[in-house]
Nanobody, 125 residues
Framework: VQLQASGGGLVQTGDSLRLSCAAS????????MGWFRQPPGMEREFVAA????????YYADSVRSRITISRDNAKNTVYLQMNSLKPEDTANYYC???????????????????WGQGTLVTVSS
């Protein structure tokens, strides 16, 4: 599975941004998808995940009220809608995929086998 993340850029505090991640797999609907981010000089951290069907989602507590993950299986794409952006949201954002074996969504990077290249989001104050 090849993943291509896009939609990052330079925005101001309070702005909104939608990231997209396009997958090459014809069996995209069989994969749980996740978004992670890595702030400058820090460890990669979990942001959100969505089940293969799109029925269930899981968010990091720090972003739960401001971020929405969704997917369109017909377009092989997963999205991350980010609202009320803050400077601390500045990071490289990565999408990731794992083959769905159950309905459990993981917040651990090691659970995801396939990764996109990242898209940089910079939020100015």
């Amino acid at each position: 599975v090849q993943l291509q993340a896009s939609g990052g850029g330079l925005v101001q505090t309070g702005d909104s941004l939608r990231l997209s991640c396009a997958a090459s797999a014809r069996t995209f609907s069989r994969y749980h998808m996740g978004w992670f981010r890595q702030p400058p000089g820090m460890e990669r951290e979990f942001v959100a995940a969505i089940t293969s069907s799109g029925r269930s989602t899981y968010y990091a507590d720090s972003v739960r009220s401001r971020i929405t993950i969704s997917r369109d299986n017909a377009k092989n794409t997963v999205y991350l809608q980010m609202n009320s952006l803050k400077p601390e949201d500045t990071a490289n954002y990565y999408c990731a995929a794992e083959l769905a074996r159950d309905n459990y969504l993981s917040a651990y990077a090691r659970a995801y086998r396939y990764w996109g290249q990242g898209t940089l989001v910079t939020v100015s104050s």
